[in-house]
């Protein structure tokens, strides 16, 4: 499939098989991720099955937050 390329041979033995390394870095950092994804997956469930609604004196807050910021956060009841 690979015919012989010199030039890229000698590249290979002068600064070392640099696709290869980063193809090993960027495996490292998906592993990582995907670990990362798990435990926050894991992390947001137990949060939202534990977590309390918010006090009114705290809803109001926020409303009036978004309000202000013009985002608008739906309503609660």
């Given at each position: 499939?690979?015919?012989?390329?010199?030039?890229?041979?000698?590249?290979?033995?002068?600064?070392?098989?640099?696709?290869?390394?980063?193809?090993?870095e960027a495996e490292k950092v998906l592993q990582n991720?995907?670990?990362?994804?798990?435990?926050?997956?894991?992390?947001?469930?137990?949060?939202?099955?534990?977590?309390?609604?918010?006090?009114?004196?705290?809803q109001v807050g926020l409303d009036s937050w978004a309000?202000?910021?013009?985002?608008?956060?739906?309503?609660?009841?």
């Open positions: 499939m690979w015919q012989e390329l010199p030039v890229y041979d000698r590249l290979v033995a002068e600064r070392g098989d640099i696709p290869t390394q980063v193809r090993t991720l995907e670990e990362v994804m798990r435990s926050t997956t894991r992390a947001t469930g137990e949060a939202a099955r534990s977590a309390k609604p918010l006090s009114p004196s705290h309000t202000a910021s013009g985002r608008e956060l739906g309503n609660h009841a």
